[in-house]
């Protein structure tokens, strides 16, 4: 292949990812479901890995629900930004919203070796996510006094959280 063939590779395949990319950025502003972004927040109880029920209904302020699964990079990317606002603020309720397919058992012990510090709820069935009809991950939700008071598509910062919640 010569000098002039591969330039112009080059030049196709960049041309190629920046129309992907632009397709992508349409479609997500678009065409792609969004989460419920104001109103009631829907009811639930999930089981912790602990087994113990945790109900939205427990808590009478603020909740903040980060919607994950574990194979997901920008999920796993997040969760040390997670976990230092959960050290920092341990008084605002933190709960990763698994929707995991498998035993409690071995999500808590991925949960651990990834650095999860607040409370795992596991949706195994997506009931919670399409309640709040969630479709990318990770999606956090804050919720005050029964409300979606915010909600972040995509990973989510220590200070973005921080702003999301008023703090």
């Known amino acids: 292949m010569s000098l002039a063939?591969?330039?112009?590779?080059?030049?196709?395949?960049?041309?190629?990812?920046?129309?992907?990319f632009i397709a992508w950025f349409l479609w997500m502003q678009l065409?792609?479901?969004?989460?419920?972004?104001t109103g009631p927040a829907p009811a639930f109880t999930l089981n912790?890995?602990?087994?113990?029920?945790?109900?939205l209904a427990d808590?009478?302020?603020?909740?903040?629900?980060?919607?994950?699964f574990t194979s997901c990079p920008p999920c796993r990317h997040e969760i040390?930004?997670?976990?230092?606002?959960?050290?920092?603020?341990p008084d605002v309720p933190l709960y990763g919203v698994s929707v995991d397919d498998m035993e409690p058992a071995k999500l808590?012990?991925?949960?651990?070796?990834?650095?999860?510090?607040?409370?795992?709820?596991?949706?195994t069935r997506d009931e919670v996510a399409g309640k709040y009809e969630v479709s990318?991950?990770?999606t956090t939700v804050v919720v005050d006094h029964g409300q979606i008071?915010?909600?972040?598509?995509g990973e989510v910062t220590r200070q973005s959280l921080e702003s999301m919640v008023g703090l």
């Open 80 to 89: 040390p930004e997670l976990a230092a606002f959960h050290t920092a603020h």
């Open 31 to 37: 065409v792609a479901p969004r989460p419920l972004r």
């Open 59 to 68: 808590h009478e302020g603020l909740v903040v629900l980060n919607f994950w």
């Open 149 to 153: 008071r915010n909600v972040w598509m």
């Open 48 to 55: 912790d890995l602990t087994g113990r029920p945790v109900a």
């Open 108 to 123: 808590e012990r991925l949960a651990r070796k990834l650095g999860i510090n607040y409370p795992v709820l596991h949706d």
């Open 5 to 20: 063939e591969m330039k112009g590779f080059a030049r196709d395949a960049l041309l190629a990812i920046a129309i992907a």
């Open 136 to 138: 990318l991950f990770p």
